[in-house]
């Protein structure tokens, strides 16, 4: 376990929100995941740092230098709002040194990039939907595609860019309507659309993680001119028929077959983007059983009510029992 009398100083990292726009409220959550980590560290006699991480890396490494942090929860998703720059804030705590949670940035750049996560995956003997990358500026064949697909930015997180407008039933819809996708988020990747059940798997641990309960989205309240996922509306609008209709769940009637399959398919994902300390990877089986590897989450939102801590307190952890944990988990690399 950790010393206790010599890291006291704690910094919490994170990204400036912002009040407004169209996914102020994905912004805004990381201020709950801050107040959540900053009250388990206070329980656990702990003496919290706020540090905002913007382009000014400058006043960044000041406040780290004063403070004399030597571990950090490294919380940021985006630097001004930009997810290409999600593996910057960890690049700079490993320049200087300094012992932090979660992935290191190599691990982050490749899970935020839905193109090179694709490409990792193929190469091993995993499978995930087939796809396109879209970009204006070179031709796009989307010929060898079978409909419905979907349309989602290379590098979004937290569903941005995708709700039931990004589905495409046809090629004809979707040359008439990508290019108005690729302008408002850049590259997008268009994917085929796997009709199943969807399933997040969440592993915590270090050096070795264990899978926790295995979570299930349960979209049986859907009509039948609702495609079943978890859009940007299932995520943040509280007022929305997704969001009141998408409840996670902890299935108890799983085969040990399929258990046993998506266990061993998110250690594997887990090692194979050298993630660290936890993580989310999220799933579709169809009807055929094949599993489908959707998305590679390497820094799953913190915030209590999301679905990493879910499963975490599923497995019978609290709050603050997560935070120390993932506290010994930086010490035990700062003792290396």
């Given at each position: 376990m950790y010393n206790k009398n010599i890291?006291?100083?704690?910094?919490?990292?994170?990204?400036?929100?912002v009040s407004?726009?169209?996914?102020?409220?994905?912004?805004?959550?990381?201020?709950?995941?801050?107040?959540?980590?900053?009250?388990?560290?206070?329980?656990?006699?702990?003496?919290p740092v706020r540090i905002p991480f913007t382009r000014n890396v400058g006043d960044f490494?000041?406040?780290?230098?004063?403070?004399?942090?030597?571990?950090?929860?490294n919380l940021c998703e985006t630097v001004d709002e930009n997810p290409f720059f999600i593996s910057h804030p960890a690049s700079i705590l490993e320049l200087l040194g300094i012992s932090f949670s979660g992935s290191s940035s190599s691990a982050l750049m490749l899970s935020t990039d839905k193109l090179i996560a694709k490409r990792l995956i193929e190469s091993s003997d995993m499978i995930t939907p087939s796809y396109v990358l879209y970009n204006e500026n070179e031709p796009?064949?989307?010929?060898?595609?079978?409909?419905?697909?979907?349309?989602?930015?290379?590098?979004?997180d937290a569903s941005i860019g995708i709700d039931q407008e990004s589905i495409f039933h046809d090629e004809v819809e979707l040359e008439k309507r990508i290019k108005n996708f690729y302008d408002r988020f850049g590259e997008i990747i268009v994917?085929?659309?796997?009709?199943?059940?969807?399933f997040n798997l969440s592993l915590f641990g270090y050096p070795a993680?264990?899978?926790?309960?295995?979570a299930e989205i349960d979209f049986s309240s859907f009509p039948n001119n609702l495609h079943k996922i978890v859009g940007y509306s299932a995520k943040w609008d509280k007022n929305s028929f997704e969001y009141n209709n998408t409840p996670r769940i902890f299935p108890e009637n799983l085969s040990n077959v399929l258990e046993t399959k998506m266990d061993l398919i998110a250690q594997s994902c887990f090692n194979l983007f050298m993630i660290r300390d936890y993580a989310?990877?999220?799933?579709?089986?169809?009807?055929?059983?094949?599993?489908?590897?959707?998305?590679?989450?390497?820094?799953?939102?913190?915030?209590?009510?999301?679905?990493?801590?879910?499963?975490?307190?599923?497995?019978?952890?609290?709050?603050?029992?997560?935070?120390?944990?993932?506290?010994?988990?930086?010490s035990q690399r700062n003792d290396k």
């Open positions: 890291y006291n100083k704690i910094g919490i990292i994170y990204n400036e929100p407004s726009g169209d996914f102020k409220e994905s912004s805004q959550d990381i201020l709950l995941q801050v107040e959540a980590v900053e009250e388990s560290l206070y329980k656990l006699h702990k003496n490494i000041k406040k780290i230098e004063k403070e004399k942090v030597k571990m950090c929860f796009a064949d989307f010929s060898n595609l079978k409909f419905p697909v979907i349309a989602k930015p290379r590098f979004e994917e085929e659309y796997i009709q199943g059940r969807e993680p264990k899978v926790l309960p295995i989310r990877i999220d799933m579709r089986v169809n009807s055929s059983g094949d599993i489908y590897i959707l998305e590679i989450n390497a820094n799953p939102c913190l915030s209590p009510d999301a679905g990493f801590f879910a499963a975490a307190e599923k497995s019978g952890l609290t709050y603050p029992k997560m935070i120390e944990l993932f506290l010994s988990f930086m």
